[in-house]
């Protein structure tokens, strides 16, 4: 059973760039034909796909956040990772990674979520 763990700063300042990391257990992450995404939801908003990278370690971005996304992995460690450049207040949520058969959805399996709080 596939299980995945976000991991990452609770509090990031403005300006400043966000890392987080997802373990993947249970499962390789170039196993084809997966996709692992990044999605946050705010506090009071729905979910938002941020970004994926494929199986193949091809990558694939929100059009709202392409110029502040960057998505990599370690397969050697079977982690892959988010930085989300000059961050602000609005980007404050609960991000989330998760696993899916499609570059932006059909989900089948989600990390627990990390808090991240944008905040001087």
């Known amino acids: 059973q596939v299980q995945l763990q976000e991991s990452g700063p609770g509090l990031v300042k403005p300006s400043q760039t966000l890392s987080l990391t997802c373990t993947v257990s249970?499962?390789?992450?170039?196993?084809?034909?997966?996709?692992w995404s990044w999605i946050r939801q705010p506090p009071g908003k729905g979910l938002e796909w941020m970004g994926s990278?494929?199986?193949?370690?091809?990558?694939y971005s929100s059009p709202s956040l392409k110029s502040r996304t960057s998505i990599s992995r370690d397969t050697s460690a079977n982690q892959f990772t988010l930085q989300l450049s000059a961050v602000a207040p609005e980007d404050t949520a609960v991000y989330y990674c998760?696993?899916?058969?499609?570059?932006?959805?059909?989900?089948?399996?989600w990390g627990q979520g990390t808090q991240v709080t944008v905040s001087s």
């Open positions: 998760a696993r899916g058969l499609d570059v932006a959805g059909d989900f089948g399996s």
């Open positions: 249970g499962a390789s992450i170039t196993t084809n034909y997966y996709y």
């Open positions: 990278i494929a199986y193949s370690g091809n990558t």
